[in-house]
């Protein structure tokens, strides 16, 4: 069983940074894959970011490459997302998650945090 829970979501500018922390319990988090999920209002769920287990690999949305890097600390049983330029288009909540996988298998889910981007 794992439990997950997100924090660092709030209120910024265009162009600002915010850094997303996900706190893990269970031992056996350092197992799974680590991805970070977004819904906006009126969307669907879709993929930001991800982290092999061993943080050998990553994978990330498009849309946030090159402004959001994903990290995560097996010792310290977390992880993190970086949001550099940030727009108002990322105006979200986000979602951390494990997986099996990079891209699938992700039965373990957080609450959620806002964020908020202003123009």
């Known amino acids: 069983q794992v439990k997950l829970v997100e924090s660092g979501g709030g209120l910024v500018q265009a162009g600002g940074s915010l850094r997303l922390s996900c706190a893990a319990s269970?031992?056996?988090?350092?197992?799974?894959?680590m991805g970070w999920f977004r819904q906006a209002p009126g969307k669907e769920r879709e993929f930001v970011a991800a982290?092999?287990?061993?943080?050998?690999?990553?994978d990330y949305a498009n849309s946030v490459k090159g402004r959001f890097t994903i990290s995560r600390d097996i010792e310290e049983n977390a992880g993190y997302l970086q949001m550099n330029s940030l727009k108002p288009e990322d105006t979200a909540v986000y979602y951390c998650?494990?997986?099996?996988?990079?891209?699938?298998?992700?039965?373990?889910w957080g609450q959620g945090t806002q964020v908020t981007v202003s123009s």
């Open positions: 269970g031992r056996t988090f350092s197992r799974y894959a």
């Open positions: 998650a494990a997986g099996l996988t990079l891209n699938s298998g992700y039965g373990y």
């Open positions: 982290i092999a287990w061993r943080g050998s690999s990553t």
